[in-house]
């Protein structure tokens, strides 16, 4: 079958198991080999095998990586980078120039936050801070003829707020700009957002695309040609590729997508109908909830409602730090998406270092990234966590 079939005619596991790679016609190999080399033997000057030439361009494990990307976003290229973030900068430096101007989540990711406000705005790129769930706000927030892009989270981290990717995409093109949605809580398994008019896809794939919390990695897929151009030359001229041993194994983990997805939403489902009834919890965010803002523009563009829960305990922030602290088989850390539940306090952990400003979360909030272990066993310890 060919790469095109695997894209317009299979089903996601087809896609996410087969696309980017044909058995090795020398061996056979049905998983694409670990190639460590960074450079190719030419056959006389210029004269390229398969297009290879140097590694940080091109490299056969990352290449089958990039395909599979490709596929199971319904992209036409894809990239892979050495982290989340590597794969943002390619974007705006792909997109922007200095002068121009972004519109970005006012909850966006704390690394994506410090992006633009300490890095690309040094670079003389401006940043407007709007709510995803607000396409007002979000249309306001644009400076048409300076706004390039229209950045994205959804669901967003830790209060899972919930944009309308279809009407984000609409309002960012009627001004001239592109949107770019940053994937990683939904997975391309729930939520495909260039088939909603998005223009490029970013993912932190360290989270539930790698989903083994064994690699950090990022990855950029778009349907545009030109932009693909331009992100092929920026990746190369910056340099932040993933290499073959992360490519190996975040493609590793892109093959069971699926079938993992779908547990983390059972159990996560499992945890929040324990958690709405636990006297000491003051509220439980969840968009699968009826009561939950987003819940009917989540209905709408997801396939499920993912596996990361946030909930409020009544007791208040002392009390959220001692449940956190007992949890045996939920992990206290950070990260998300991993096999493996985590528990964590945002406020005193990942979203620490907003303190004070307007991406403060609340105090005796607990975010829970809900694994695929047995959900039985993930309720007993919440339980005994809030005893
Ligand atoms: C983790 C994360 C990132 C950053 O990715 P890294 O792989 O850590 O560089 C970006 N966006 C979201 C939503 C994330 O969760």
């Known amino acids: 079958m060919s790469e095109q079939q695997h894209r317009s005619k299979s089903g996601f596991e087809t896609r996410a198991i087969h696309a980017g790679y044909e058995p090795d016609p020398m061996t056979g190999a049905v998983i694409p080999p670990i190639y460590a080399t960074s450079t190719y033997k030419q056959d006389g000057v210029g004269g390229l095998r398969g297009g290879y030439e140097y590694s940080r361009s091109a490299n056969p494990t990352r290449t089958a990586l990039e395909g599979a990307l490709a596929a199971v976003e319904e992209g036409e290229r894809g990239f892979a980078f050495a982290s989340g973030l590597a794969a943002e900068d390619t974007v705006v430096r792909s997109v922007c120039r200095p002068g121009d101007h972004v519109v970005i989540p006012d909850d966006a990711y704390g690394g994506t936050y410090r992006l633009f406000d300490k890095v690309e705005k040094v670079w003389g790129l401006e940043h407007s801070p709007a ?9 306001a927030a644009i400076r048409p003829g300076q706004t390039k892009f229209v950045w994205v989270e959804t669901p967003t981290n830790p209060m899972l707020n919930i944009g309308d990717i279809e009407a984000l995409a609409a309002v960012a093109h009627e001004a001239g700009a592109l949107l770019v949605v940053d994937n990683t809580f939904a997975s391309p398994y729930l939520q495909q957002p260039l088939t909603l008019g998005a223009d490029i896809v970013v993912h932190s794939t360290t989270k539930y695309v790698g989903g083994h919390s064994d690699v950090v990695g990022g990855a950029v897929v778009v349907r545009d040609l030109d932009l693909a151009e331009s992100i092929t030359f920026h990746q190369n001229a910056i340099g932040a590729v993933a290499g073959p041993f992360d490519s190996f194994l975040t493609h590793r983990g892109l093959k069971t997508l699926g079938v993992r997805i779908d547990r983390h939403c059972d159990n996560a489902e499992k945890v929040v109908e324990f958690l709405t009834s636990h006297p000491g919890v003051a509220e439980v965010i969840y968009p699968g909830l009826e009561s939950h803002p987003g819940h009917a523009v ?52 990942t979203h620490a270092s907003v303190a004070g400003t307007d991406l403060e979360v609340p105090a005796d909030l607990i975010r829970l990234s809900v694994g695929i272990e047995t959900a039985d066993d993930l309720v007993a310890d919440l339980d005994r966590c809030l005893g």
């Open 131 to 139: 709510a995803v769930s607000d396409v007002d706000a979000v249309r």
């Open 298 to 349: 989540a209905a709408k563009q997801m396939k499920r409602f993912g596996g990361i829960v946030s909930f409020r305990v009544k007791a208040g922030e002392q009390a959220a730090l001692d449940a956190c602290a007992k949890a045996e088989v939920f992990t206290l850390g950070e990260s998300l998406g991993g096999v493996e539940s985590l528990i964590e306090h945002p406020g005193r952990m």
